[in-house]
């Protein structure tokens, strides 16, 4: 038997702090892909908005506080991000959100059949090709983070009060 046993209900091994180095490498990452989109023409709205639901579809509910959080200083509003999961039922979104969010989750369900023909060619008839390679960058690294968040099982607690950040906007 291990000296330390990891217990699988109370406490779990913060990745982010137990390899620092590797974390920050993610970081560096992260930094890197969003100066692309920024330098692609990817708004900060249309870029939260594939978080999001990439966050969503993979059920980390960290990435999904944090990036919503981004998001309403974005502008989203709770309309926006509760028709996040039927946006295809929902006539918010426009052509190039609803491109994003298609992409999105080929890039959340790639084991299935990777980015198909069809998703590539609908995707690519709305964004440039350099809008698309930023946006498939931002997937690969929020997919990463949301992995590390839902190993570490990091937390979500109630909030007593609004986000600061939804708080000064108001």
């Given at each position: 038997?291990?000296?330390?046993a990891?217990e699988?209900?109370?406490?779990?091994?913060?990745?982010?702090?137990?390899?620092r180095?590797?974390?920050?490498?993610?970081?560096?990452?992260?930094?890197?892909?969003?100066?692309?989109?920024?330098?692609?023409?990817?708004?900060?709205?249309?870029?939260?908005?594939?978080?999001?639901?990439?966050?969503?579809?993979?059920g980390?509910?960290?990435?999904?506080?944090?990036?919503?959080?981004?998001?309403?200083?974005?502008?989203?509003?709770?309309?926006?991000?509760?028709?996040?999961?039927?946006?295809?039922?929902?006539?918010?979104?426009?052509?190039?959100?609803?491109?994003?969010?298609?992409?999105?989750?080929?890039?959340?369900?790639?084991?299935?059949?990777?980015?198909?023909?069809?998703?590539?060619?609908?995707?690519?008839?709305i964004?440039s090709?350099?809008?698309?390679?930023?946006?498939?960058?931002?997937?690969?690294?929020?997919?990463?983070f949301?992995?590390?968040?839902i190993?570490?099982?990091y937390?979500v607690l109630?909030?007593?009060?609004?986000?600061?950040?939804?708080?000064?906007?108001?």
């Amino acid at each position: 038997m291990r000296e330390q046993a990891l217990e699988s209900t109370q406490h779990r091994v913060h990745l982010s702090r137990a390899a620092r180095p590797a974390y920050d490498a993610l970081e560096t990452f992260s930094k890197t892909v969003a100066a692309l989109a920024v330098d692609a023409g990817i708004d900060e709205r249309l870029k939260e908005l594939s978080l999001i639901h990439a966050s969503q579809l993979n059920g980390c509910a960290y990435c999904v506080r944090l990036h919503t959080d981004r998001g309403v200083k974005a502008g989203l509003t709770a309309d926006d991000v509760g028709q996040i999961a039927v946006w295809r039922e929902s006539s918010i979104f426009t052509e190039r959100e609803r491109a994003a969010l298609e992409l999105t989750e080929a890039h959340v369900f790639i084991h299935e059949e990777g980015v198909s023909d069809e998703v590539y060619d609908r995707v690519g008839g709305i964004l440039s090709e350099e809008e698309y390679v930023a946006l498939s960058w931002l997937l690969v690294s929020i997919n990463a983070f949301n992995r590390v968040a839902i190993a570490g099982r990091y937390p979500v607690l109630p909030r007593r009060s609004a986000p600061k950040a939804a708080a000064d906007d108001a």
